[in-house]
């Protein structure tokens, strides 16, 4: 049912996963397990999230191989220095009780703050280690890609950035598809925001689908890697769905044309730490 994406580093990433922004930690254990139950194979996390040991207790308790499951952490904002970036990760390995990461990712740029390119050089160190089985960056915009790659040579194997139909990133996904960068859309539904825009409503409504469903088809569609999160079962079941949606080439159309380049997150040249 989910498509399988080919990664840079020779692996590949399933299609549809199971975000745990704000999921706390008291909630995260019962919602991963229920996700692995319902058949989802793939689940992105972060240090930042604050639920990395929750999400291994889940990977733990589901009895499931550990290459069935991919499985996605990020370094956090404080931790980009280099020694500072080899101990997060060793804590995320740690907390998430597993010998490898299947994709490591510098959460945000940090770009005025930060030299994301040493960042960047320490997780290819990691990568070389073969404990993160593929490196990747999130909320990176067009220059901070050129610039990584111009100085490593290694090419990020992911971007994750939001997307979703009131900020639908053309041109950054069309870069990604020049540099050969799988694109991650996080906060898929606008966390909510574009579920009862009327023209998503009236495709749900022709389709029988429900507008979460026809805003994941919508993305599954376009080719980008989601991951959206829920801590109800019945949601969660319903997400994975979409999976089995084909929207036609009008209706993928029409959701195009919501686009008003409208974040519902923070913009990548805002987040600095300190
Ligand atoms: N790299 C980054 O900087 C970054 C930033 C943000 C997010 N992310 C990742 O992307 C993942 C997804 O983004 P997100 O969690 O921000 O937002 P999202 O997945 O777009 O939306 C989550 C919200 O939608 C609700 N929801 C989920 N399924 C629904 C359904 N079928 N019908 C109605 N409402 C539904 C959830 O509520 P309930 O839980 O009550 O169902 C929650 O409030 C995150 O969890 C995280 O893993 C990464």
Same mark, same amino acid.
Request: charged share 20%; glycine share 8%.
């Given at each position: ?53 929750? /999400?291994? =207790?889940? @990977?733990?308790?589901?009895? !499931? $191989?550990?290459?069935?499951?991919? +499985?996605? %952490? ?26 490898? /990461?299947? =994709?490591? @990712?510098?959460?945000?740029? !940090? $770009?005025?703050?930060?030299?994301? +390119?040493? %960042? ?36 990020? $194997? ?117």
């Amino acid at each position: 049912m989910v498509r399988s994406i080919p990664l840079r580093g020779g692996t590949s990433i399933p299609q549809f996963g199971l975000g745990t922004y704000k999921l706390a930690p008291e909630q995260t254990q019962r919602t991963v397990e229920a996700a692995l139950e319902l058949g989802y194979r793939h689940v992105d996390t972060a240090a930042m999230y604050g639920n990395e040991r929750e /999400v291994g =207790l889940a @990977l733990a308790a589901s009895g !499931l $191989a550990r290459d069935d499951v991919f +499985v996605t %952490t990020k370094l956090n904002n404080p931790d980009h220095d280099p020694d500072a970036a080899r101990a997060a990760f060793e804590r995320s390995l740690d907390a998430l009780q597993l010998d490898q /990461v299947d =994709l490591y @990712l510098i959460h945000w740029p !940090l $770009a005025h703050s930060t030299d994301y +390119v040493a %960042t960047w050089a320490t997780l290819i160190e990691i990568a070389a280690t073969g404990r993160a089985r593929a490196i990747g960056v999130s909320n990176f915009q067009p220059d901070h890609l050129r610039r990584i790659i111009d100085a490593t040579g290694v090419t990020p $194997a992911v971007n994750q950035v939001e997307i979703h139909p009131y900020l639908s990133q053309d041109p950054l996904r069309a870069l990604h598809a020049g540099l050969g960068i799988v694109t991650e859309a996080w906060s898929p539904l606008a966390r909510g925001k574009v579920l009862d825009d009327p023209v998503v409503e009236g495709i749900a409504a022709r389709l029988g689908a429900t507008p979460a469903q026809v805003v994941l088809a919508w993305h599954l569609r376009r080719g980008d890697v989601v991951f959206p999160k829920s801590t109800h079962p019945g949601r969660l079941a319903e997400n994975l769905a979409a999976t089995t949606i084909d929207l036609d080439a009008a209706d993928a159309a029409a959701l195009d044309g919501l686009n008003r380049d409208e974040r519902t997150g923070s913009h990548p040249d805002h987040v600095e730490w300190p």
